[in-house]
């Protein structure tokens, strides 16, 4: 069946340096967006994508589409203490709606 | 503010003991979602209501149930929680076309089973 994977599963950091969150899918999607859950929190959108190829940006974030539009990316420049969370991709294939595995982000003051 | 809105925050029920969990949107959408996240887990859909259609997900068990009395308001029942069901349950809504598929989450309901 559909999946939607995601890496790295955990990613710890020293604020100031770089991130980068990879998402896979098995299939093509339509759309792909991005949401971040806080530790204790609920899911909050981010962003979402929908063109082959599709770059779009947001202050520190940039988001990336893959040209098949089966894969994404998420980084982050100069992490903050603010960064950390869980990164969620998510997208529909098909008449189905997928959340990816999820990367957690720990920014090491 | 339009929200989500998830009552109670912190449910407790008994092995066994049906219990039901309530959303309700003042953002007037037409889908409204039902997801269970487990601990270092992503969300995992339920099942989603399109206006009145209810879609459910091949793998969801029979012990979930939901209802949609109004735009408004979905709930979810558990006919029979079991210690494997203590869970986040997550109600999110979106509305179809315009911003696309983005969707909203409500806060959450912590489920204990004892």
């Known amino acids: 069946g559909q999946q939607v994977m995601q890496i790295p599963q955990y990613q710890h950091v020293q604020e100031g340096e770089d991130f980068t969150t990879y998402c896979n899918s098995s299939t093509t999607l339509s759309n792909i967006q991005w949401y971040k859950q806080r530790p204790g929190g609920h899911p909050v959108f981010l962003i979402q994508l929908v063109k082959s190829g599709e770059v779009k940006k947001q202050k520190r974030l940039t988001f990336q589409f893959g040209e098949a539009k089966k894969n994404s990316s998420l980084h982050i420049t100069a992490t903050q203490t603010t960064d950390v969370g869980t990164y969620f991709c998510a997208g529909r294939g098909g008449n189905q709606f997928y959340f990816g595995t999820g990367t957690s982000l720990t920014v090491i003051p | 503010d339009a929200m989500v809105i998830q009552n109670p925050r912190y449910q407790v029920t008994q092995f066994g003991k049906p219990v039901t969990l309530s959303c309700s949107q003042t953002l007037n959408h037409n889908v409204m979602y039902w997801y269970q996240q487990k601990s270092s887990q992503a969300p995992k859909l339920l099942f989603h209501?399109?206006?009145?259609?209810?879609?459910n997900e091949a793998d969801t068990p029979d012990n979930f149930q939901s209802r949609r009395p109004n735009t408004s308001f979905c709930f979810l029942d558990i006919r029979s929680p079991g210690l494997g069901d203590a869970a986040m349950y997550l109600c999110?809504?979106?509305?179809?076309?315009?911003?696309?598929?983005?969707?909203?989450f409500g806060p959450g309901t912590r489920l204990l089973v004892l």
């Open positions: 209501y399109y206006d009145k259609d209810f879609n």
């Open positions: 999110a809504t979106s509305r179809v076309g315009g911003a696309g598929e983005t969707q909203y």
